[in-house]
């Protein structure tokens, strides 16, 4: 069973930034790839960036340009560098992974902007 821990959510006012990471229990090239998502309160859950096996990055048009992922493989970990957060920005942030048929994802971080 694979399993996925994030961490680095908190309350932070808009403007700055937070980087969280996603560790997990089995190498990450073992995936296809890896990726963030968001939920905030009362909608859907968004996809936000990803990475693929071989290190190919691509971010959602809403973050392009302030959100970065990045991994380290020799740590399992990935990251969401994220700059110049907005309160829109508030969310529940979860990673997730995929392999076969099976899907696998985090307990999520929390991420609070206030304005």
């Known amino acids: 069973q694979v399993q996925l821990v994030e961490s680095g959510g908190g309350l932070v006012q808009a403007g700055e930034s937070l980087r969280l990471s996603c560790a997990a229990s089995?190498?990450?090239?073992?995936?296809?790839?890896m990726n963030w998502y968001r939920q905030a309160p009362g909608k859907q859950r968004d996809w936000v960036a990803g990475?693929?096996?071989?290190?190919?990055?691509n971010h959602a048009d809403s973050v392009k340009g302030r959100f970065s992922i990045s991994r380290d493989t020799a740590k399992n970990t990935v990251y969401l560098q994220m700059n110049s957060l907005k309160p829109d920005d508030t969310a529940v942030y979860y990673c997730?992974?995929?392999?076969?048929?099976?899907?696998?994802w985090g307990q999520g971080t929390q991420v609070t902007v206030s304005s």
């Open positions: 990475i693929t096996a071989i290190g190919i990055t």
């Open positions: 997730k992974t995929e392999r076969g048929h099976s899907t696998y």
């Open positions: 089995e190498s990450i090239f073992s995936f296809n790839s």
